[in-house]
T-cell receptor
Framework: GESVGLHLPTLSVQEGDNSIINCAYS??????FIWYKQESGKGPQFIID?????DKRQGQRVTVLLNKTVKHLSLQIAATQPGDSAVYFC????????????FGKGTTLSVSS | DTEVTQTPKHLVMGMTNKKSLKCEQH?????MYWYKQKAKKPPELMFV???????INESVPSRFSPECPNSSLLNLHLHALQPEDSALYLC????????????FGQGTRLTVV
């Protein structure tokens, strides 16, 4: 069977490696998910989003995978660069009135050259 | 213009002071948000405005008072804060409240002394 990726508060990789950051979301009714990158002293910056009718979406050097069965989201960063060092948050939203984006725990990615 | 602008960037205030945080966006977004972020924690939702009306108040103490004077502006009025209210206050906006990517400002770093 599939395994659920553990949330790690920190991840250290070498420049050029691929990085995988995991997130377990809380609400099975959530149908929209975003990954944000937050650098020190700055606000969260949009990376990529995915809706619940998809299980994979690709951007430039990033891929988001969604597994609704186990309520798991992952962000894959290809050829990680030092500029990717930051805290990464997943956020979820439920498509109904009275809700807004709720953030999960962050993962601090450190890239060494 | 895809910016959310927050002023001031830094604010130090005493527990008896009254101050205001300001947020502005010119993307035509109809939803605006206040989040509070403590060090090494994810942003926590405080308030949501949709079409200039308060739609979500996440049980925030009354010493925080939001205001939405028009569709481009969002204020957060502060009065009689406590040292534990020291945090990064983030403003965000999105086209609509649900299932939409939110754009964040750089935040106001608030210190209560």
């Amino acid at each position: 069977g599939e395994s659920v990726g553990l949330h790690l508060p920190t991840l250290s990789v070498q420049e050029g490696d691929n990085s995988i950051i995991n997130c377990a979301y809380s609400n099975s009714a959530s149908d929209y998910f975003i990954w944000y990158k937050q650098e020190s002293g700055k606000g969260p910056q949009f990376i990529i989003d995915i809706r619940s009718n998809m299980d994979k979406r690709q951007g430039q050097r990033v891929t988001v995978l969604l597994n609704k069965t186990v309520k798991h989201l992952s962000l894959q960063i290809a050829a990680t660069q030092p500029g990717d060092s930051a805290v990464y948050f997943c956020a979820e939203n439920i498509n109904q009135a009275g809700t807004a984006l709720i953030f999960g725990k962050g993962t601090t990615l450190s890239v060494s050259s | 213009d895809t910016e959310v602008t927050q002023t001031p960037k830094h604010l130090v205030m005493g527990m008896t002071n009254k101050k205001s945080l300001k947020c502005e966006q010119h993307m035509g977004h109809r939803a605006m948000y206040w989040y509070k972020q403590k060090a090494k924690k994810p942003p926590e939702l405080m308030f949501v405005y949709s079409y200039e009306k308060l739609s979500i108040n996440e049980s925030v103490p009354s010493r925080f008072s939001p205001e939405c004077p028009n569709s481009s502006l969002l204020n957060l009025h502060l009065h009689a804060l406590q040292p534990e209210d020291s945090a990064l206050y983030l403003c965000a906006s999105s086209q609509e409240v649900v299932t939409e990517r939110a754009f964040f400002g750089q935040g106001t770093r608030l210190t209560v002394v």
